[in-house]
């Protein structure tokens, strides 16, 4: 049976990317070597690590505009504290629009004030603050771009008129953006890009260097930035499952192409959610996610057989967080428009039934 895996992560990935990946770490390119265990000092994966981070600027439109692409360990979550110690020197506004916001901002507060320029906390997150200002003589803006537990997303960014941060873990690479309005972008790649392990950052240069504390080497991103992404020993196998998958999507024809693909899946996901009376979308329609959406089951007698259904049609990953409950359809680049086709009809067949 064909599994439909709408996971929030780690995400779904192309099939032909696990396949390069699985035959990669029995033997590279017929060196006779398998992927996990050349140097990563050797020439085969420098050009790897190269490449990957090419494509990474490439795809987003920031070739010859001043900004380095790394991949380092950690997760996104170590970039919570990564930023604010590299950037953070008096004060820092931060969009409290969800949950990684809200640890962003309790990591960045270790090192200095923090204010919250808007905050969506107080309806649990279910819509992206609005209205908001961001005072100029602050050191930079902080917002989360794709709220996964919550299914929010910002469809409009604002103009800063100080650096702009954004942590797009899990919309990275879903849609066409002016990539250039932000000076730092972060992303775990596990959520739309390669297998745990990696964390994408690409960051303008000219906005480093100008903090007065002293910086650990590990937490440098001028450090990162001299060494190639290769100051430790880099997760081998997450940047080579990510180069994949950046090829992949070029080879579709980039973001823009992919984005056409997310609006299909998420039109018909959202529709159905609003026309099938068994079911409730959490999220403020205007703020909807095209990578995640979130939904409840009107009638608690039903679950049980709709998860039965779920099971017999081989669909995988559904369950809601805890902080949201329900239901969350989380719809990656790598996942098939049928996957959707087949969760939609399983969710109208349960109203046939009801």
Known sequence: MKIHNFSAGPCILPQSVLLKASEAVMDLDNSGLSLIEISHRSKAFVDIMENARALALELLGLEGKGYKALFLQGGASTQFLM?????????????????????AIKEAKIYD??????????????????????????????????NTIFGTQIKTFPNSPIPMVCDMSSDIFSRTLDFSKFDLIYAGAQKNMGPAGATLVVIKEDILGKVSRKIPSMMDYKKHIASGSMFNTPPVFAVYTSMLTLEWLKGLGGISAIEKENEKKARLMYSEIDLNPL???????????????????????????????LKEAGINGLNGHRSVGGYRASMYNALPLDSVKVLVEVMSELESKA
């Open 279 to 309: 079911f409730k979308g959490f999220a403020t329609k205007e703020d909807r996610s095209s990578m995640n959406a979130t939904f409840t089951l009107e009638n608690e007698n039903l679950k049980e057989t709709f998860e039965t259904m």
């Open 83 to 103: 930023v604010a110690l590299n950037l953070l020197e008096k004060r820092a506004g931060y969009l409290n629009s969800g949950t990684w916001a809200d640890k």
């Open 113 to 146: 004030d923090i204010y919250e320029v808007g905050s969506s906390k107080d309806a649990n997150y279910n819509y992206i603050p609005k209205g908001y200002d961001i005072p100029s003589d602050y050191d930079y803006f902080h917002c989360t771009s794709n």
